[in-house]
């Protein structure tokens, strides 16, 4: 399966990266590029539950093809989830469902330092993702 245009720019960024340190400093980088949502938006029926941090998730459909936006008061949690918008652009229900999260931020370089926390509340906001596309 081919890479989403960002998600490749993303992964050729991250692949030059020299150490954990250049990589933390592009992912905030990357959280910084998610526009931020409104108050607004951060509401009880946006918020992901089994997230450590308070992550908020929009979803809205375009040419038939479903957009997300997300949120978290996190920086970090904010350059995962920037990660994870680019990797499911323009995918099913279905492909969002089969979707390797762990594989994807392993070709990052990422996957150590996402903590079992981490780890799971990102699946938490994928499997959201799947349900608001179903």
């Known amino acids: 399966m081919s890479l ?10 991250f ?3 020299a150490g954990w340190e250049q990589r933390a400093r592009l992912l905030m980088q ?23 941090s308070q ?11 479903w957009r997300f936006r997300a949120g978290s008061d996190a920086r970090m949690i904010r350059g995962l989830l920037a990660l994870l918008l680019v990797r499911v ?13 762990s594989g994807w931020f392993q070709q990052l370089g990422l996957g150590r330092q996402l903590s079992p926390s981490r780890s ?7 499997k959201r993702m799947a349900e608001l596309a179903g």
Do not use: M, Y
């Open 4 to 13: 989403p245009v960002q998600a490749a720019e993303a992964l050729a960024a």
């Open 120 to 126: 799971n509340g990102l699946n938490a906001v994928l």
């Open 89 to 101: 652009e323009g995918l099913s229900a279905a492909e969002l469902s089969a979707l390797d999260l």
């Open 15 to 17: 692949e030059q990266a």
């Open 55 to 65: 992550v908020w998730l929009i979803a809205h459909q375009v040419d038939g093809q």
């Open 30 to 52: 990357w959280g910084e590029r998610l526009a931020p949502l409104a108050d607004s938006e951060k509401t009880a029926e946006h918020l992901v539950h089994g997230c450590e």
